[in-house]
């Protein structure tokens, strides 16, 4: 079998990020609560996107790419990341954003457009029915300009991107070592799962017995589970790596998505607060305040015993798209 070496990562998060004690939080729902700081991974690269970018962004460079192409949704923090990314590096930067409605110039999307960042907008129907026709448009287009495109999926979740958090996992595990910490369990928030999967393969690789657990934003228990599954299996072919993953190794809560994506309920807005008015901290209400909601309730039901780090994957700036209903 021909075995693909990972090339360098580019260096753009500001690492390693701390690892604290939520020690208020910890004492009101009955746990060890321990945090990552992802969310401090940079200032407007801020988040958990950055780590993977490292690495596709040092793949678009081998490829000799000029132009990066990725998709998301209007507030996506994986489009704005990139967008940052690519203003830092040189690359030229096209963003397919999905939105059902027009959207306001705010949060990420405010963010993408100062970074200089081609956004091409298009509905939900056309996003879900012709994504690839969509890439390869403007691949094409790129490619008669007389450039060369790069393009990564929807959250920069490939065999490639999830190297960021295999990594991290590395990262997390000398950091506990040097702290004496002992987590029985890391719990993340997952979306298009590249997170979860570089942790998962990161852990295996690196024969450490912790748990990696997530609550899903998206889909369901098997849906996630199948997709984290997928690129796991990819890192496994593309680098020939000497683990082996099944559908049961990979945990994830399905109980935290609520109305759907991207939309919070009067809980996810009410943990965010708590978390703020305990702990000074800010989760959002797209991923990291669910995953958190997800951690209160298991650690109040019992579910959770030992020390849990959760790791917080950023998304602050999706933050604003909700300001009425945190004001009120
Ligand atoms: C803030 C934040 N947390 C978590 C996630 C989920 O990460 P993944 O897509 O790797 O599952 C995302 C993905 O967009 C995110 O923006």
């Known amino acids: 079998m021909k075995t693909t070496i990972i090339n360098t990562p580019l260096n753009l998060a500001h690492t390693p990020t701390p690892i604290h004690r939520l020690n208020r939080i910890s004492d009101k729902w009955n746990g060890d609560l321990w945090i990552k700081r992802d969310d401090m991974t940079g200032s407007v690269l801020t988040g958990n996107k950055v780590r993977k970018l490292e690495y596709l962004l040092a793949d678009a460079q081998a490829e000799k790419a000029d132009t990066i192409i990725t998709c998301g949704g209007i507030q996506s923090n994986h489009c704005r990341a990139t967008a940052?990314?690519?203003a830092q590096i040189g690359f030229k930067c096209i963003l397919i954003l999905r939105s059902s409605s027009p959207a306001e110039?705010?949060?990420?999307?405010l963010?993408?457009?100062?970074?200089?960042?081609e956004l091409h907008?298009?509905?939900?129907?056309?996003?879900y029915s012709d994504l690839t026709g969509i890439f390869n448009k403007l691949a094409t287009e790129v490619k008669s300009n007389g450039g060369k495109a790069y393009v990564i999926p929807e959250g920069g979740s490939n065999g490639i991107g999830a190297w960021g958090y295999v990594e991290a996992l590395r990262e997390i595990r000398k950091q506990c070592y040097d702290l004496r910490l002992k987590p029985n369990r890391i719990v993340c928030a997952t979306g298009s799962g590249g997170t979860?999967?570089?942790l998962l393969a990161g852990?295996?690789?690196?024969?450490?017995?912790?748990?990696?657990?997530?609550?899903?934003v998206c889909y369901d228990k098997d849906e996630t589970a199948g997709i984290i599954l997928g690129i796991v299996n990819s890192m496994i072919d593309k680098f020939n790596l000497n683990i082996c993953v099944s559908k049961s190794m990979i945990k994830v809560i399905d109980g935290y998505i609520g109305e759907g994506y991207a939309k919070a309920n009067k809980d996810v807005l009410d943990v965010?607060?708590?978390?703020?008015?305990?702990?000074?901290?800010?989760?959002?209400?797209?991923?990291?305040?669910?995953?958190?909601l997800g951690l209160k309730s298991e650690l109040l039901k019992g579910e959770l015993e030992g020390t849990t780090l959760f790791l917080h994957t950023g998304g602050v700036f999706g933050l604003f798209s909700f300001r009425e209903k945190l004001a009120s």
Request: proline residues 2%.
């Open 105 to 109: 110039m705010e949060g990420n999307l």
């Open 111 to 117: 963010l993408n457009h100062l970074a200089g960042a």
């Open 84 to 86: 940052f990314a690519c």
């Open 121 to 127: 907008f298009v509905s939900n129907e056309q996003y």
């Open 203 to 216: 852990a295996l690789l690196e024969n450490w017995d912790v748990e990696i657990v997530s609550v899903s």
């Open 272 to 292: 965010i607060k708590e978390v703020a008015q305990n702990e000074g901290i800010v989760v959002d209400p797209v991923y990291t305040g669910k995953a958190v």
């Open 196 to 198: 979860h999967a570089g």
